[in-house]
Protein backbone atom coordinates (compact mmCIF):
# COMPACT_ATOMS: atom_id res chain seq x y z
CA UNK A 1 0.00 0.00 0.00
CA UNK A 2 1.67 2.95 -1.34
CA UNK A 3 1.29 6.41 0.85
CA UNK A 4 2.47 9.71 0.21
CA UNK A 5 2.36 12.01 3.41
CA UNK A 6 2.94 16.24 3.54
CA UNK A 7 3.66 17.93 6.05
CA UNK A 8 4.78 21.34 6.91
CA UNK A 9 2.95 23.83 5.80
CA UNK A 10 1.22 26.89 7.58
CA UNK A 11 0.90 30.60 7.65
CA UNK A 12 3.83 32.69 7.09
CA UNK A 13 5.01 36.34 5.90
CA UNK A 14 5.87 37.31 3.00
CA UNK A 15 9.60 37.10 2.50
CA UNK A 16 9.91 33.96 5.04
CA UNK A 17 10.77 30.60 4.10
CA UNK A 18 9.01 27.34 4.95
CA UNK A 19 10.14 23.73 4.36
CA UNK A 20 7.48 20.70 3.51
CA UNK A 21 8.51 17.23 3.61
CA UNK A 22 6.76 14.23 2.27
CA UNK A 23 7.49 10.86 3.37
CA UNK A 24 6.86 7.72 1.18
CA UNK A 25 5.90 4.29 2.26
CA UNK A 26 5.23 1.34 0.64
CA UNK A 27 6.93 2.98 -2.65
CA UNK A 28 10.67 3.75 -3.40
CA UNK A 29 10.86 6.94 -4.57
CA UNK A 30 14.36 6.90 -6.55
CA UNK A 31 13.17 4.51 -8.61
CA UNK A 32 10.49 6.94 -10.61
CA UNK A 33 9.63 10.76 -11.14
CA UNK A 34 8.81 12.52 -8.20
CA UNK A 35 7.25 16.42 -7.95
CA UNK A 36 5.47 18.68 -5.99
CA UNK A 37 2.61 20.18 -6.76
CA UNK A 38 0.77 23.03 -5.56
CA UNK A 39 -3.03 24.34 -6.11
CA UNK A 40 -4.37 27.32 -5.54
CA UNK A 41 -8.33 27.76 -4.98
CA UNK A 42 -10.13 28.09 -8.49
CA UNK A 43 -6.89 27.63 -10.10
CA UNK A 44 -5.02 24.82 -12.08
CA UNK A 45 -3.14 22.45 -10.38
CA UNK A 46 0.25 23.84 -11.23
CA UNK A 47 3.77 21.97 -11.11
CA UNK A 48 6.63 23.13 -8.73
CA UNK A 49 9.49 20.77 -9.28
CA UNK A 50 10.29 17.57 -10.99
CA UNK A 51 12.61 15.28 -10.10
CA UNK A 52 13.46 12.20 -12.94
CA UNK A 53 14.46 9.21 -12.17
CA UNK A 54 18.33 10.31 -11.97
CA UNK A 55 17.63 12.90 -9.40
CA UNK A 56 17.56 15.99 -11.59
CA UNK A 57 15.60 18.47 -10.24
CA UNK A 58 13.73 20.74 -12.78
CA UNK A 59 12.04 24.22 -11.40
CA UNK A 60 9.16 25.71 -12.60
CA UNK A 61 9.92 29.45 -13.51
CA UNK A 62 7.40 31.12 -11.05
CA UNK A 63 9.82 29.03 -8.12
CA UNK A 64 13.18 28.85 -9.59
CA UNK A 65 16.35 30.45 -7.25
CA UNK A 66 13.35 30.56 -4.17
CA UNK A 67 12.26 26.63 -3.75
CA UNK A 68 14.93 24.20 -3.70
CA UNK A 69 14.19 20.37 -3.64
CA UNK A 70 16.23 17.58 -2.19
CA UNK A 71 15.52 14.02 -0.53
CA UNK A 72 16.95 11.86 1.75
CA UNK A 73 16.62 8.53 0.39
CA UNK A 74 17.50 6.59 3.45
CA UNK A 75 14.34 7.79 5.62
CA UNK A 76 12.08 8.00 1.85
CA UNK A 77 11.57 11.31 2.28
CA UNK A 78 11.28 14.53 -0.20
CA UNK A 79 11.63 17.85 1.07
CA UNK A 80 10.73 20.89 -0.55
CA UNK A 81 12.81 24.16 1.04
CA UNK A 82 10.66 26.97 -0.14
CA UNK A 83 12.34 30.81 0.16
CA UNK A 84 11.59 34.26 -0.10
CA UNK A 85 7.83 33.08 -0.26
CA UNK A 86 5.68 35.49 -1.74
CA UNK A 87 1.61 35.71 -1.45
CA UNK A 88 1.11 34.09 -4.76
CA UNK A 89 2.66 30.86 -3.31
CA UNK A 90 -0.43 30.62 -0.87
CA UNK A 91 -1.96 27.35 -2.29
CA UNK A 92 -2.19 23.38 -0.99
CA UNK A 93 1.01 21.69 -1.84
CA UNK A 94 1.01 18.28 -3.05
CA UNK A 95 3.70 15.48 -3.66
CA UNK A 96 3.32 13.67 -6.45
CA UNK A 97 5.05 10.15 -7.56
CA UNK A 98 5.10 7.73 -10.56
CA UNK A 99 4.71 10.03 -13.31
CA UNK A 100 2.15 8.03 -16.11
CA UNK A 101 2.01 10.64 -18.60
CA UNK A 102 0.53 14.47 -19.30
CA UNK A 103 3.15 17.73 -17.86
CA UNK A 104 4.18 17.79 -14.48
CA UNK A 105 3.71 21.50 -14.99
CA UNK A 106 -0.01 21.36 -15.63
CA UNK A 107 -0.90 17.95 -14.11
CA UNK A 108 -4.26 16.17 -13.80
CA UNK A 109 -4.96 13.49 -11.50
CA UNK A 110 -4.10 10.78 -13.59
CA UNK A 111 -0.96 11.91 -14.73
CA UNK A 112 0.31 10.69 -11.38
CA UNK A 113 -0.04 7.30 -10.01
CA UNK A 114 0.50 8.73 -6.13
CA UNK A 115 -0.76 11.75 -4.51
CA UNK A 116 -0.92 12.89 -1.10
CA UNK A 117 -3.15 14.18 0.67
CA UNK A 118 -1.26 17.60 0.42
CA UNK A 119 -0.09 20.28 2.77
CA UNK A 120 -1.75 24.01 3.25
CA UNK A 121 0.71 27.37 2.84
CA UNK A 122 -0.45 30.54 3.47
CA UNK A 123 1.75 33.71 2.86
CA UNK A 124 0.40 36.96 3.68
Known amino acids: HVQLVESGGGSVQAGESRRLSCVTSGYTSTTSCVAWVRQAPGKQREGVVSIDRDGRATYADSVKGRFTVSRNNATNTLYLQMDTLKPEDTAMYFC???????????????????WGQGTQVTVS
Open 96 to 114: AADQRGGSWLRPRQTDFGY
